[in-house]
């Protein structure tokens, strides 16, 4: 029943994007609550904080006497990241039925340490892109589970963890400057006027790059392993990893042919092309003598576990954009904007202050899409001098910053939990200098062109 309810609510926003009638996003947020409610046993104490926090911010907004218009907005925003979540859920289940996706982590595992950061960062980017954080903790799991097969030394074990840790973590992390599946994105975009996916994506995948340079040279500053190397597993294939590679460029660019061809917003093309893709996985991969009927039985059935299984997942996601939209529309536009304009921000300025704000926000526990949102959409609104691209630039690289960095971030959680040391040791010890040098050097990119 609760799998339904969640698939329902992204056919609901399917049809408010190709409608425009945002009374359907009330109706996908009431079945979004009855979802949340059937799984608050799963929920964890600090997403049910985030659910009441997000209560809370309803009634003020009501108090307040907000507009009804504003809300149906706002909601309709909002109510696309847990059907994002629902439609990549289904894509996460169809690739359990595929050897392809370990096939592929155990490959780039295997690689000597001078070609593993890239493999590893490109495998955590794609199967970011293609599972999610489901896919991140795959490839954590497979790079810790063949280290420790290696029975290496202590010494020369505790370099391999860190490297592999930090590879995988910081190419997932990548994701969010410019995957058109991510929920960075896909937040962001429909604040923005005038400015699409396509207009962004140079600027977002020259981030991206960046990045991973940057990460590959701190790898490089690492301690070396002394001693032979590990032995392969003998599982990997590199074939398996091309193929990772030709379904990501196949899903985005169906999208964005989706998009052109069909006259429709690329937020909801994703929604028909990611679960068609995979209905398609699941056909592909049927046992010998498994039916079609057999095949689709089994998706459902997964489905019915899986989805539910989601629901910290969708109401952290969930209850960040709704507040990151709804506190948003509290702000006093005319008083911000004389506030800015008295300190002296703009453009550059503007865009490091922004990105300072999310990385100390997100250090001190909040979770990066409630100051990101509440900032795109409050500058948005007052009309701030700033340009949408370098606004959204400087928010996603910022973002990333804190998903390498800040221990309440899934990334850094995860990867705390596989490899079994403090959050603060991954996001501090280990990427803390990475980060920071980051920072710095858009911040100074940021001030040059602004």
Not at 265 to 293: H, K, Q, Y
Not at 368 to 374: A, D, E, N, S, Y
Request: aromatic letters at 8%.
């Amino acid at each position: 029943m609760a799998a339904v309810l969640i698939l329902a609510v992204a056919v609901l926003v399917f049809c408010d994007m190709m409608t425009g009638v945002h009374a359907l996003s009330l109706v996908a947020l009431a079945l979004v609550l009855v979802f949340i409610l059937m799984g608050w046993r799963r929920l964890r104490t600090n997403t049910r904080v985030l659910l009441m926090m997000a209560l809370a911010v309803t009634a003020l907004y009501a108090v307040r006497h907000g507009s009804f218009e504003q809300y149906m907005l706002s909601a309709s925003r909002a109510m696309y990241l847990p059907a994002l979540i629902a439609v990549m859920t289904l894509l996460r289940i169809a690739a359990q039925r595929s050897s392809m996706i370990s096939r592929a982590g155990y490959y780039v595992v295997d690689q000597p340490p001078s070609r593993r950061f890239l493999l590893l960062a490109g495998a955590g980017h794609l199967f970011g892109i293609l599972l999610n954080i489901g896919g991140f903790l795959l490839l954590m799991n497979i790079a810790q589970q063949t280290r420790k097969a290696s029975n290496a030394a202590p010494a020369v074990a505790a370099i391999q963890e860190r490297r592999i840790t930090t590879a995988v973590v910081r190419g997932f992390a990548a994701t969010m400057m410019w995957s058109p599946v991510g929920i960075a994105l896909n937040i962001l975009l429909p604040i923005l006027p005038g400015l699409s996916w396509v207009d962004y994506l140079p600027y977002g995948l020259a981030a991206t790059f960046a990045f991973c340079l940057l990460g590959w040279i701190f790898d490089r500053m690492e301690p070396r392993p002394r001693g032979p190397l590990q032995p392969k597993s003998g599982l990997g294939s590199a074939a398996a990893l091309m193929g990772l590679v030709g379904l990501m460029v196949t899903i985005t660019g169906s999208a964005a042919l989706a998009e052109t061809l069909l006259d429709m917003p690329l937020r909801a093309a994703i929604l028909l092309i990611v679960p068609s893709f995979a209905f398609g996985w699941v056909l592909l991969t049927r046992a010998p003598g498994e039916t079609i009927a057999g095949a689709f039985g089994w998706l459902a059935a997964e489905a019915g576990v899986q989805l539910p299984n989601a629901a910290n997942e969708i109401c952290v996601m969930t209850a960040s954009g709704y507040l990151g939209m709804l506190i948003a529309t509290l702000v006093p536009s005319d008083d911000l904007r004389a506030l800015i304009l008295w300190s002296g921000l703009e453009g550059g300025t503007l865009a490091v202050a922004i990105g300072a704000t999310i990385v100390v926000s997100s250090l001190i526990g909040l979770n990066p899409m409630i100051p990101g949102t509440v900032l795109v959409a409050s500058v948005v609104a007052a009309g701030l001098p700033i340009s949408n691209t370098l606004l959204l630039l400087a928010v996603l690289t910022s973002w990333a910053v804190a998903l390498v960095t800040s221990p309440m971030t899934s990334t850094v959680a995860i990867a705390s939990s596989v490899v079994g040391k403090p959050p603060s040791v991954i996001g501090f010890r280990w990427n803390g200098a990475f980060a920071l040098t980051f920072f710095v050097l858009v911040s100074i990119l940021f001030l040059s062109v602004g």
